[in-house]
């Protein structure tokens, strides 16, 4: 059995429960389309399961154990309670209205993460977006959006940034391009304020930033930009993030994985060193 680290969350323990649930059905030798028979669901029912992309029900659960031949009473329970704890709505749930359900999943990886790491080519990576750059943005979004939607959707980004300040708090590595710096998001005023936050924010231990200058020419970012977040159970891969406009991408196939871990390394070995970030990050706000 794996068990979950203190604050994994219930997304955490959704993907955990998937994975065994697959371990224990291959294990047996049974397909995903006999496994969705005796629960009265399809196989990509299944599927989704085993991936963690769908919640569960105890009973159905329940069903799966008995049929996989786990009849230990205490190791049931605990697959069960497993089920009771994956089920439990995070606090972003009550952001709903402005949290589209593909960016979800992402917040509940974010705080199950003991490692993220981010580049960014346009913006101020969200976590590191002081309150004013976070109103600007959200205020150039087409098509537009409201005054009461875009205070909720800076609430929600203000409530994620608390993650590297409370509690259990994963490590942010963050490299963000010169050109992040340099786009004047919401005016002179607003962009003081945010240098001097990522200046501020470079000093919390658990808070590692580079910056890409412009000067290094062309670069192994060229893709754009992207995460990659690790977590502290062994049984969780690393999980790739791709935000598009109206959707993501989640890769972890060890190959993908691979390729943009290799990326995220040449950026941070070729991105100024975080000291020489703060003295650019310095400078930049005596031009301001």
């Known amino acids: 059995m794996t068990t979950v680290q203190p604050g994994g969350g219930s997304m955490v323990r959704r993907i955990l429960?998937?994975?065994?649930?697959?371990?224990?059905?291959?294990?047996?030798?049974i397909t995903r389309e006999d496994a969705g028979y005796t629960i009265r669901a399809s196989e990509s029912k299944i599927s989704r399961m085993e991936l963690g992309r769908v919640s569960f029900k105890e009973r159905d659960v329940a069903d799966l154990?008995?049929?996989?031949?786990?009849?230990?009473?205490?190791?049931?329970?605990?697959?069960?309670?497993?089920?009771?704890?994956?089920?439990?709505?995070?606090?972003?749930?009550?952001?709903?209205?402005v949290l589209p359900g593909w960016f979800q999943t992402y917040v509940g990886l974010e705080e199950a993460a003991a490692l993220i790491r981010t580049y960014e080519v346009q913006f101020i990576p969200g976590l590191l977006q002081a309150e004013e750059y976070?109103?600007?943005?959200?205020?150039?979004?087409?098509?537009?959006?409201?005054?009461?939607?875009?205070?909720?959707?800076?609430?929600?980004?203000?409530?994620?940034?608390?993650?590297?300040?409370?509690?259990?708090?994963?490590?942010?590595?963050?490299?963000?391009?010169e050109a992040a710096l340099r786009r004047p998001v919401g005016g002179p005023a607003v962009m003081r304020a945010q240098v001097q936050h990522?200046?501020?924010?470079?000093?919390?231990?658990?808070?590692?930033?580079?910056?890409?200058?412009?000067?290094?020419?062309?670069?192994?970012?060229?893709?754009?930009a992207f995460s990659i977040?690790?977590?502290?159970?062994?049984?969780?891969?690393?999980?790739?993030?791709?935000e598009q406009l109206t959707s993501a991408l989640y890769l972890d196939k060890r190959d993908d994985v691979d390729?943009?871990?290799?990326?995220?390394?040449r950026l941070c070995v070729d991105s100024l060193t975080p000291d020489q970030t703060v003295d650019l990050l310095t400078s930049i706000l005596k031009e301001r």
């Open 65 to 97: 154990l008995s049929l996989y031949g786990v009849d230990d009473a205490t190791e049931r329970e605990a697959l069960l309670g497993l089920v009771r704890e994956a089920n439990k709505p995070g606090w972003w749930h009550s952001f709903n209205d």
């Open 259 to 265: 390729a943009y871990i290799q990326v995220m390394e």
């Open 134 to 177: 976070a109103r600007a943005v959200f205020g150039q979004s087409r098509p537009a959006i409201g005054a009461e939607e875009l205070e909720r959707r800076v609430s929600l980004r203000m409530r994620r940034q608390t993650l590297l300040t409370e509690g259990r708090s994963p490590h942010l590595w963050a490299v963000i391009d």
């Open 198 to 224: 990522l200046i501020d924010m470079a000093d919390r231990p658990n808070v590692t930033i580079q910056v890409m200058p412009f000067r290094f020419g062309a670069h192994a970012g060229e893709s754009g």
């Open 17 to 29: 429960l998937g994975s065994q649930l697959r371990r224990l059905r291959e294990g047996r030798g």
């Open 229 to 242: 977040l690790r977590f502290p159970e062994q049984d969780l891969a690393d999980v790739v993030y791709l």
